[in-house]
């Protein structure tokens, strides 16, 4: 029915409105972007890099900043950049937006139908002979299906149990 699709609609741009006010006062937690995929994965990408990296300063790439997403900022190590790319379970083709050259760690996340978590990969620069290249049309690997996803993206290890232990962790802290 026509209406159904109205009211979807409808509740879609009251929770697109909300999450563009949070982007806009929140700015130290959930970056400013429209492509809200890819917002809500680094919202849970830097609640995971606080947690690997607990005595950094992270910040939040810019729109414009295309070799990471997330700075992670130490004080006896170099800075590591972190790119993070994600398809949702909405996605037909699971197709990632362009990966650019600059980083130091890529983290390819698949969202469920809920927009929360479903796997996990950390792919490091310094092991893929690729990782200074500008790769379009890639396709994100599939959980339980080593043979799935572009081959560039299938040599990421697969952290997907303790990347959720700790979003699901900090998701009950909050709910309690």
């Not at 698949?110 to 890639?138: G, Y």
């Not at 303790?162 to 699901?168: D, E, G, H, Q």
Request: proline share 5%; no cysteine.
């Amino acid at each position: 029915m026509v209406q159904e699709i109205f009211d979807a609609i409808k509740q879609y741009a009251v929770a697109y409105a909300r999450l563009e006010r949070l982007q806009r006062s929140r700015t130290q937690e959930i970056p400013i972007g429209d492509q809200k995929t890819g917002v809500i994965a680094e919202f849970f990408a830097r609640i995971y890099a606080e947690h690997r990296f607990p005595e950094a300063t992270l910040e939040f790439g810019s729109a414009t900043q295309h070799a990471y997403d997330i700075k992670v900022i130490l004080a006896t190590q170099p800075e590591i950049k972190v790119q993070v790319k994600a398809v949702s379970a909405y996605s037909l083709t699971s197709r990632v937006s362009p990966i650019h050259p600059g980083w130091h760690q890529l983290w390819l996340m698949r969202l469920d139908k809920h927009l929360l978590p479903h796997a996990f990969w950390i792919v490091e620069a310094q092991k893929v002979a690729w990782s200074n290249t500008l790769l379009k049309n890639r396709t994100m690997p599939t959980l339980g299906n080593p043979q799935s996803g572009s081959a560039e993206l299938r040599s990421g290890a697969n952290e997907t149990a303790p990347f959720l232990k700790v979003i699901y962790e900090r998701k009950n802290q909050i709910h309690r």
